[in-house]
């Protein structure tokens, strides 16, 4: 068998998404979170990004950075059906990611929300726009959550109000999934979901080469 054809049977079939338009978002600090969608040429950056995260023994950011390492980079190779990833860049430097997948035409599965520039709700922001993205953007009815840390299951879980299902098996394991219908996103859509569009083409270009942070508020004394 020719390395084609074997990669084809090893790489699933990707269905058409439609993209998630960029908006933006000015944080308490008066800086400007931009968040696009990620593509495939910038998976590389994002796992240099994330991976100083896997050895931080704090809020449990070890199994979510070494979990959604893993995640991209299947997304990079070809092994999970039908993923995205958004990203939240501050002055082109990524501050927060978020990610998921298409189970069908009106299921999502939420994965992960990792956030490296604490303190300014950069996370909240992303995990509504994960939200957003399946309900506005791909027009799906509900999303599959569960969480891994304390403030996951915290910002999650009880300011959502998700609705319970025990005995939908979440695929990152664990307990019992969450779900977020499309009437608990209607419901708290305007609370909870910031950001404007179009963004302007300007302020867009700063996003369009990924930067590396300098500093991670999880590890002091980082140097890169």
Not at 173 to 199: E, H, I, N, W
Request: include cysteine; charge should be neutral; charged fraction near 25%.
């Amino acid at each position: 068998m020719i390395l084609d054809e074997l990669e084809k049977r090893l790489r699933p079939p990707a269905r058409a998404m439609p993209p998630y338009p960029p908006k933006m978002i000015v944080l308490a600090s008066g800086k400007t979170l931009v968040v696009r969608q990620a593509e495939g040429d910038d998976i590389p950056i994002l796992l240099e990004a994330i991976e100083p995260l896997v050895r931080v023994r704090k809020d449990f950011y070890d199994i979510v950075a070494a979990r959604m390492y893993a995640e991209l980079l299947s997304q990079y190779l070809h092994r999970t059906l039908d993923p995205y990833c958004l990203v939240g860049t501050i002055d082109g430097v990524i501050a927060s990611l978020v990610n998921g997948r298409m189970i069908d035409e009106k299921r999502g599965m939420s994965y992960h929300t990792l956030t490296i520039h604490r303190g300014l709700r950069c996370g909240a922001h992303m995990f509504a726009a994960k939200m957003e993205h399946h309900m506005d953007v791909l027009n799906q009815e509900e999303v599959f959550i569960v969480a891994e840390s304390y403030l996951g299951f915290k910002r999650w879980m009880i300011e959502y109000q998700l609705e319970p299902r025990p005995d939908f098996q979440h695929e990152l394991g664990g307990v019992g999934s969450y779900a977020l219908t499309r009437k608990l996103y209607d419901l708290y859509k305007t609370r909870l979901l910031a950001g404007t569009r179009p963004v302007p083409p300007e302020v867009l270009r700063t996003a369009d080469t990924l930067v590396l942070p300098d500093e991670y508020p999880q590890i002091p004394g980082f140097k890169r």
